[in-house]
């Protein structure tokens, strides 16, 4: 077994805390990866409080995950030690199912491992990345080009590839018309995808203060929804609307600014269901649609992509001690836009 230390909490009811455990040994096919950074996720904060559904706990959180490998096991292929490899929202699964030969593992129907909070093949718990370091197979890893910033690169590992691989899907790019719903984690990844794709971006949000922001990522227009006014002026107007928000909150809002055949793509995750009238789809054809994260060879695609046009989250770097501050401010949404733990802290 492998020693590691992270950040765990016990139970829905208690704070993270460091806590000393073991991980499974590197098996022929499997990497070990130091851990440099992790994002921090809304996801974390939904799991670690059983938001969702009844955890396994003790858990250790974090799914944005990017290091240096320092060990490989006899047989694997893809990776060296010294190689950076980042770790995404999975580890493992069947890789016989319709979907893992469609390439969407990520919705394996058998026997899908997440990379915390879940079970692995060999029957023992899976720990995230708020630790030194993570076992994984080769195939379940990600090459993490050396031209960008190593923590920003982080957050691409869920933010990205869930903004990046809805908007592949339909095709979005150039005509169209892209509404993004909020402005955080995911929202500014949406706006730079959108953009790097052609497409005309649109930020909705309910706060004033980000239109600056909105305008730096370089977002055609913004439109503040508290103002019935602004939002009566884009009625009818976006092709796609990707929401974007991990809150409660009132889809109904948005689909009237479809255009006829339009299309609402939800990628928050929000805990309470939509309530949607059928009338506010038949009228004008509209889809309401979910995306998760993409699988194994659209997030290395994805990765490459950023490599490629030098796109990166725009993150705050904060020390693991830190890490209750930074979900106050993540749930209120004042983080610009990502936080990433510098790893380093809690080795030390």
Known sequence: MIQSVGYAAQNAETNLAPWNFERRDAGLLDIEIDILFCGVCHTDWHQI?????????????????????????????????????????????????????????????ISPVQTYNSTGHDGLPTYGGYSTNTVINEDFAHHISEKLNLAAVAPLLCAGITTYSPLRRWKVGK????????????????????????????????????????????????VVIKDADALAA??????????????????????????????????????????????????????????????????????????KHNIVSDIELIDIKDIYPAFERMLKGEVRYRFVIDMKTLAN
């Open 175 to 222: 005509g169209h018309k892209l509404a993004v719903v909020g402005l955080g984690g995911l929202g500014h990844m949406g706006v730079k995808f959108g953009l790097a794709f052609g497409a005309d971006v649109t930020v909705l949000s309910t706060s004033e203060a980000k239109r600056e922001d909105a305008k730096a990522l370089g977002a055609h227009q913004f």
């Open 49 to 109: 409080k059983n938001e969702w559904f009844s955890g396994i706990f003790p858990m250790v959180p974090g799914h944005e995950i990017v290091g240096k490998v320092s060990r490989v096991g006899a047989h694997v292929t893809k990776f060296k030690v010294g190689d950076l490899a980042g770790v995404g929202v999975m580890v493992d699964a069947c890789r016989h199912c319709d979907d893992c030969h469609s390439g969407q593992e990520q919705f394996c129907q």
């Open 234 to 307: 884009v009625k009818g107007k976006f092709d796609f609307i990707l929401d974007t928000v991990a809150a409660d909150h009132d889809v109904n809002l948005y689909l009237p600014l479809l255009r006829t055949n339009g299309t609402f793509i939800t990628v928050g995750m929000p805990s309470a269901p939509f309530q949607v009238p059928s009338f506010s789809l038949s009228n004008g054809n509209k889809t309401v649609t979910g995306s998760g994260a993409g699988g194994l060879l659209e997030t290395q695609e994805m990765l490459d992509f950023c490599a």
